[in-house]
């Protein structure tokens, strides 16, 4: 089995749906982690909320510090954003990066609606690049 790490900023958004999406699309051949570089502490709830809708429980899962990960060996390491991408320390067990940037929905304004619909589009957005890069491997 391929392992995968997923890393961010904060280890609250993007990171953690990636991790959920990599697995199920992985369909047991990929093994799934992310982290980030300084973690917020929680699983943003809009995160949990749009993953639900996918049949994707969030609700159990933490922020967790790339740190966890230094002496773990990974097929591939992923940064999904820019600032992970510059801030994360080199992972010495890591056999490929690939850098993946997508919007922080956690920045997204406006009604609980809108904020929604971005956490959507990014939700969406993550699993058809994880999608494409899995056929591409194949």
């Not at 961010?8 to 999406?21: D, I, K």
């Not at 080199?90 to 690939?98: D, V, Y």
Request: hydrophobic share 35%; glycine share 6%; aromatic share 8%.
């Amino acid at each position: 089995m391929k392992n995968v790490l997923i890393l961010c900023t904060g280890n609250s958004c993007r990171s953690q749906m990636a991790e959920a999406l990599w697995r199920e699309l992985g369909q047991g051949e990929w093994e799934s982690y992310s982290a980030g570089s300084l973690p917020s502490g929680y699983v943003h709830p809009m995160a949990i909320e749009v993953m639900q809708e996918l049949d994707q429980d969030l609700s159990q899962n933490r922020s967790k510090h790339v740190d966890e990960y230094l002496n773990e060996t990974f097929d591939l390491v992923v940064t999904v954003c820019d600032s992970a991408k510059e801030s994360c320390p080199t992972l010495a067990g890591a056999q490929r990066i690939e850098h993946w940037p997508f919007y922080d929905p956690a920045d997204a304004e406006g009604s609980d609606t809108e904020k929604l619909t971005v956490f959507r589009d990014v939700r969406d957005q993550i699993r058809e690049k994880i999608q494409d890069f899995l056929k591409a491997e194949s």
